[in-house]
């Protein structure tokens, strides 16, 4: 079990001085508790020769009960509220923290003399990893307090040199209130902060408001190595935190997680806590200090309970608050911050009806007429027309513009779930989902004559398309320049997708496949006004129609965004070998098929 906790638990192989830290803490404010006005102090001995560090603090230390009920049983802590004061005193509580010890050091030796009695004795405990110890009584009379001694295994003496250990200890205890000081060599220097300086770096409340967000901006440049846009104090008395939030300035991947530098109690917890606060908040990364949350073990996250949902939810709303204030406030800022993060504010909107109504006009959405928002969207149309995917917008998206019809591309995160909703909230605007084959519907169909006429072209196209499960059409649309529109709906979709995967399963799971594939059939109309068709029609060599076909059918596919099957790559450079062949031939053969 030691094994298993000192070496898979921690992340960080320097963690024991964090953990080291925090025991030297905790027991000064358990002192406190004692002594009220007691000042506590912790002292870091680093030995070059030996290989070695002291941890010296001058807390409450231990009696010989307490180290043999807490030194020697994983799990158990003094630091629960059963015997010193309340739990949410203290930064550590789950009894483990020695054992990160174990990572650099076979054994840790601890000196302790306890402040709760005035004739205590000093004593020492060796702790061995394999779960053996001792205790013995120190002839020499110490004040009260505790020092642990770490000897550095062989792998782990880089971590013991001035450079590494003095940055551990900045890392993990800048901003503890006791100080803290590293000898080495007799010479004596201050790791944390002193007095007189703000309880927290980032805290700019002894400057006049109008230089608060600088200094908070350049504070957390420096800490974060990140260009940041803005600076938003956090505060929740759920969870006791305070801090502050910064506004990347980059665009942040929606499906990531932003993780947060946190201090418990002024320790550093973690630089890559990733629950702290709501989902959607992935465009800031927090600086904060909490006192009433609950870490994990690890230290990397807290405990997801009923206090931490309230905390995230009181946090998320110093961040809407912010936001809202910018929508009312500050136009021009509000704009260059959704140019960042308009993935975001989307994802809000969904939750929140309120923030839903303040922005969802302004939004950039992308129609078949370019970039927009949807109040420019919806001056231009009395309805909403939009796609639910990218394929879908693609494939329609030029011939709806050639007959005026202004369609909203719905395959980008969260469009498509904002815009059912703007028709929820806002139902005297009809919000319309549409698909390819609705757009086709609406081509202009030949005249029977005209049909007829056309017969053996429509028979030769139908012989190329049909083994890939689609209909030849002759039709009338705009733009005239557009030989061919392929027309899918989300059956024809589907089992175009199944075929491909058919191409690469083995015998069992094409069986399944073969199941579940709908029949469907997609169309490709021929664009009668187009000149090149028209020519095709009237075209005498079979060979060469038919190669034309197939050329087009594949371009269409290619134009939608449509994934190319085995086949279908196969049909394209027959095609063009044929049209190529046909080429060379000057005015290639004579066969007819009318």
């Not at 890559?272 to 690890?298: D, K, S, Y």
């Not at 390819?436 to 139908?462: M, N, T, V, Y």
């Not at 059939?521 to 079979?542: I, K, M, T, W």
Request: with cysteine; charged share 20%.
């Amino acid at each position: 079990l030691i094994d298993l906790l000192s070496h898979h638990l921690y992340t960080r192989p320097d963690v024991f001085v964090r953990e080291l830290l925090q025991n030297a803490t905790d027991a000064i404010q358990a002192r406190k508790q004692i002594t009220h006005d007691h000042v506590g102090s912790v002292t870091l001995e680093l030995d070059d020769d030996m290989h070695a560090v002291t941890f010296i603090d001058n807390g409450v230390g231990l009696s010989e009960a307490e180290m043999h009920r807490f030194l020697a049983v994983i799990g158990e802590s003094s630091k629960r509220g059963d015997l010193l004061g309340q739990a949410q005193d203290f930064i550590g509580q789950f009894g483990i923290g020695l054992l990160a010890c174990f990572i650099v050091a076979e054994q840790i030796e601890l000196v302790s003399r306890s402040a709760t009695s005035a004739d205590a004795p000093t004593l020492r405990w060796r702790g061995r990893p394999d779960g053996t110890y001792d205790i013995d009584q120190v002839q020499a009379r110490t004040a009260p307090g505790t020092s642990v001694r770490l000897v550095a295994k062989a792998e782990a003496r880089h971590l013991f040199r001035l450079e590494a250990l003095r940055a551990a200890a900045q890392y993990y205890g800048a901003i503890l209130p006791s100080p803290i000081h590293l000898v080495h060599q007799g010479q004596r220097q201050r790791i944390n902060s002193n007095d007189r300086s703000p309880a927290f770096p980032w805290d700019a409340t002894h400057l006049p408001a109008a230089m608060q967000s600088g200094f908070q901006l350049d504070y957390g440049r420096q800490s974060l190595n990140a260009q940041l846009f803005d600076a938003i104090p956090l505060f929740s008395a759920t969870g006791g935190v305070e801090g502050v939030a910064y506004v990347l300035e980059r665009t942040a991947i929606h499906t990531s997680k932003s993780q947060h530098r946190v201090y418990l109690k002024r320790m550093l917890l973690s630089d890559g806590v990733e629950n702290l606060l709501p989902p959607w908040a992935f465009f800031v990364q927090c600086i904060v200090n909490c006192t009433e949350l609950r870490p994990t073990a690890a230290r990397n996250a807290f405990y997801q309970d009923d206090k931490l949902r309230q905390t995230q939810e009181e946090l998320g709303a110093c961040l809407r608050a912010y936001l809202i204030n910018l929508a009312k406030n500050d136009q021009a800022r509000l704009q260059k911050l959704m140019s960042y993060h308009h993935l975001a504010l989307k994802a809000l909107a969904l939750e929140d009806d309120e923030f839903f109504k303040l922005f969802i006009n302004w939004f950039p959405l992308e129609t078949n007429f370019g970039q927009s928002n949807l109040a420019a969207y919806l001056e231009r149309n009395q309805r909403i027309l939009c796609t639910t995917g990218v394929d879908e917008f693609r494939q329609i998206a030029q011939i709806a513009a050639a007959q005026g019809i202004d369609v909203i591309n719905g395959g980008y995160a969260y469009d498509a779930e904002l815009l059912a909703r703007y028709g929820e909230i806002y139902p005297l605007t009809p919000v319309r989902f549409i698909q390819p084959s609705d757009i086709g519907h609406q081509l202009q169909s030949l005249s029977a004559e005209q049909e007829a006429r056309h017969q053996g072209f429509l028979k030769l196209a139908q012989g190329v398309l049909e083994p890939f499960g689609c209909l030849a059409k002759l039709k009338s649309f705009e733009p005239l320049d557009l030989p061919t529109l392929y027309i899918s709906n989300r059956d024809a979709t589907l089992s175009r997708r199944i075929a491909a995967s058919e191409e690469v399963a083995d015998d069992l799971w094409k069986d399944v496949l073969t199941q579940i594939k709908p029949v469907a059939n997609s169309e490709l109309c021929f664009n009668y006004g187009n000149s090149l068709v028209r020519r095709l029609l009237q075209h005498p060599d079979a060979s060469l129609v038919q190669r034309v076909v197939q050329i087009l059918y594949v371009q269409s596919l290619l134009m939608g965004h449509h994934q190319l099957s085995s086949r279908e790559l196969a049909l394209m450079s027959d095609g063009l070998a044929g049209l190529l062949e046909w080429s060379l031939m000057g005015t290639g053969g004579s066969t007819t098929w009318h």
